[in-house]
């Protein structure tokens, strides 16, 4: 049975994303989320038509009667090519099919994968070669990846394959790789039931592209920092010290990336005793000529950490679970990872004399998908640092934000004024009267100069000293993207009586 055969069944079965959807609910979706088929089932109200009947083959992982799965699909190929099994006169899936689509940027086909281990608490031990489907790190790596147009784009560690499905939207050509032959043989399955062209390739990390180039590579790595005793899992453990191998794709990275291209990754970094992580990851940084933006989204306790991984391996509730916590809680105490950081790395290779390196945590809210913000940041840098005159000279205007006020009730004024973006990052700035009425007066069409001579006069002030206050705090609102350059510099223009 060929990829063409398995999708004219599943489309004459109507098996796409918005179809299961309708048919299973929110709450069967939602379930389905818990690794609980139960909510999806009961939607399902006992039907056995063809969707109904692929969903609970290769969704639920539920045996159908073979009677009914010959309805849907020609089940003796699909047999054939290893994708069901024939037990008697039932039917059970050996690998999920799905159809995937994502509201964010269309990228749309179906992915397959290996079925989902503890399923409905079935805790079963994960096979070392184990292919993740559509996880929520992938789907965040996706929802905070670039989608400008390029011309070459790196999947590093394509795993099941969906970073491809969305890169093929706006890259010309896509190349994909993984260690993992059994992930390469279900990624090119999902490649050619979405129709979407794909060169797969095997090798460890940049080893299938030692020589190329790209201007975008994605990778959400194996970056879990494992004991190397014990099964490791192919897709989320690699077979360097902690985060070694993170660091490696890093410090790889300038050797991959054509002139302003860049490397996104979604991983983790260990966080060690007395030494700050800005620090640790500085170093990896330092040059390598790029540009460097990481976001710390959480920090967890070794503890959290391993009781996650342990129980994404399958390991709980057996008696393999002490012996391994314990192994691991020796690993970490021996590196001194006191902590791990879990977030989003940027990396650019701006062609910048002193490259920009930004480290942060922020843990709050997002408005996802924020892949316009990471797009921006090249152009947030570049107007952030302008020398003053071309600052004074430029025209930003200000973003999607808007204004909040913070006071006692029944006061006449305000104790804050906020500032507070409506998409992306959701940051916020807090603003005196002065920098506000010059942060709400850019609109693109006056210099900033300008705006800050009118609004000294306005205020009675001297211009000089409002642009020492405003500046500082232009120059963050540029960074964060509260404010947006403008399309030009207006050197003529007139700047504040004493600055420039």
Same mark, same amino acid.
């Given at each position: ?19 299961? &959807? /309708? !048919?299973?609910?929110?709450? $069967?979706?939602?379930? #389905? ?8 089932? %009961? @939607? ?109 784009? &790196? /999947? !590093?560690?394509?795993?099941? $394959?969906?970073?491809? #499905? ?8 896509? %190349? @994909? ?324």
């Amino acid at each position: 049975m060929t990829a063409s055969d398995l999708l004219a069944d599943l489309l004459r079965a109507n098996y796409t994303t918005d179809a299961v &959807l /309708d !048919l299973i609910g929110e709450l $069967g979706q939602a379930g #389905l989320g818990r690794n609980s088929t139960i909510p999806a089932d %009961v @939607a399902l109200a006992g039907r056995m038509d063809p969707l109904p009947c692929l969903v609970r083959l290769f969704i639920l992982q539920q045996c159908v009667p073979l009677a009914a799965a010959a309805q849907a699909l020609d089940v003796h190929a699909a047999a054939h090519a290893e994708w069901v099994a024939i037990d008697g006169d039932q039917v059970r899936a050996l690998v999920d099919i799905r159809p995937y689509g994502s509201p964010d940027d269309g990228a749309s086909g179906f992915l397959v994968s290996d079925l989902t281990p503890g399923m409905d608490q079935q805790s079963t031990p994960t096979r070392a070669d184990y292919v993740l489907g559509a996880s929520p790190a992938s789907l965040t790596l996706a929802q905070i990846t670039m989608r400008e147009s390029v011309g070459r784009a &790196l /999947d !590093l560690g394509t795993g099941c $394959g969906v970073q491809s #499905l969305h890169l093929v939207r706006h890259a010309d050509d896509v %190349v @994909a790789t993984d260690l993992n032959p059994r992930a390469l043989h279900l990624a090119r399955l999902s490649a050619d039931l979405s129709g979407a062209a794909i060169d797969y390739r095997e090798g460890s990390l940049f080893d299938p592209v030692a020589d190329e180039e790209f201007d975008l590579i994605v990778s959400n790595p194996p970056y879990v920092m494992s004991p190397p005793e014990g099964t490791r899992l192919t897709y989320r453990e690699g077979d360097l010290v902690a985060d070694g191998l993170v660091e490696a794709i890093v410090r790889a990275a300038p050797h991959h990336l054509r002139p302003g291209g860049s490397l996104q990754l979604l991983t983790n970094w260990a966080v060690l005793e007395g030494v700050a992580w800005e620090d640790r990851l500085r170093g990896w940084v330092e040059g390598t000529g790029l540009d460097c933006w990481v976001i710390e989204r959480e920090r967890l306790d070794v503890f959290s950490y391993i009781e996650m991984w342990l129980t994404d391996a399958g390991l709980a509730g057996s008696q393999d679970w002490e012996p391994a916590y314990r192994r691991w809680l020796q690993y970490f105490a021996g590196l001194g990872i006191t902590e791990v950081g879990m977030g989003w790395l940027l990396l650019t290779a701006s062609g910048r004399a002193q490259p920009h390196l930004r480290f942060e945590s922020w843990p709050h809210a997002v408005a996802q998908p924020v892949g316009g913000v990471f797009a921006r940041h090249h152009a947030a840098v570049d107007a952030a640092t302008l020398p003053l005159a071309e600052l004074l000279a430029s025209r930003p205007r200000l973003g999607d934000v808007v204004q909040e006020t913070i006071g006692e009730p029944g006061a006449e004024d305000p104790t804050h004024v906020v500032l507070r973006q409506r998409t992306g990052l959701l940051r916020a700035i807090r603003v005196g009267t002065a920098d506000g009425a010059v942060l709400g007066a850019l609109d693109g069409e006056l210099t900033l100069g300008q705006v800050i001579a009118a609004v000294a006069s306005v205020l009675s002030l001297d211009a000089a000293e409002v642009a020492a206050q405003v500046v500082p705090v232009v120059r963050d609102a540029l960074l964060d993207q509260l404010l947006l350059p403008g399309t030009g510099v207006d050197r003529a223009s007139s700047t504040p009586a004493g600055v420039g």
